[in-house]
């Protein structure tokens, strides 16, 4: 059996504990991000979550203590804005935020697509917190995601981007509605919408070809 590398485990294990953490705290009563920008105590919550983490993972759990040292340490990164500011988070490629009472994958669907912001770095942080309160007070569409300051092999530059999603592409009232209501939010310049059809083909924009299906 090929050994697996720690680090690279322990990467896959700190993005599937923020989902357990995000979805167990949620359940309770305030997002991470509330309770993190709010400065509220949440560490009894915190290793409760960790300890059915470790209890249902024992692998991951291991690959977590492998790379952070402890608990406490991931909590004491968690409260440094790890997985909730962009900029501070270098654990994951990105931060999702999904609206109220939607399904965790409804981002997935092939009739789904998302509008795509593209920030520099400098800008991204205010921008994200925008587009994840309006989520969250379903103003937007399903869900909404970021990149963050994690190297990803796959950009092709330093801009960082804000998807932003609506259930089924087909409905352009609905697209265009989301569109405006980023308009009001300060996104004036004219951004693209791309199907996830053409994701799932993995069909980039490059010279000469056009990939958004929308544009306004």
Known sequence: ????????????AYGLFEVMLNTG????????????????DFEAQFLE???KFCSEYPQLGEALIFRFGSPDAIHHAI?????????????????????????????EDELAGKWL????PEM???AWVLVRNATCRNELGIS???????????????????????????????????RERLRELGFTDR??????????????SQKGKRVTFYSA
Request: no cysteine; glycine share 8%.
């Open 144 to 178: 909404a995601k970021v990149s963050t300051a994690k190297p990803n092999p796959d950009s092709r530059d330093s801009m960082k981007v804000i998807y932003v999603y609506s259930p089924d592409w087909r409905d352009e009232p609905e697209v265009m509605r989301i």
């Open 1 to 12: 059996m090929e050994k697996v590398d720690p680090g690279a485990l322990a990467d896959v």
């Open 49 to 51: 979550i960790f300890d």
């Open 117 to 120: 912001i593209f920030l520099p």
């Open 79 to 107: 409260l440094g804005g790890e997985g909730v500011v962009p900029s501070r988070t270098t654990r994951m490629y990105w931060i999702v935020q999904d609206a109220p009472d939607i399904k965790p994958d409804a981002i």
């Open 124 to 126: 991204i942080d205010e």
């Open 191 to 204: 951004i693209g919408y791309k199907r996830n059809i053409e994701t799932f083909k993995g069909e980039y």
């Open 25 to 40: 705290l949620r359940a309770r009563g305030p997002y991470l991000f509330e309770l993190v920008e709010g400065g509220i």
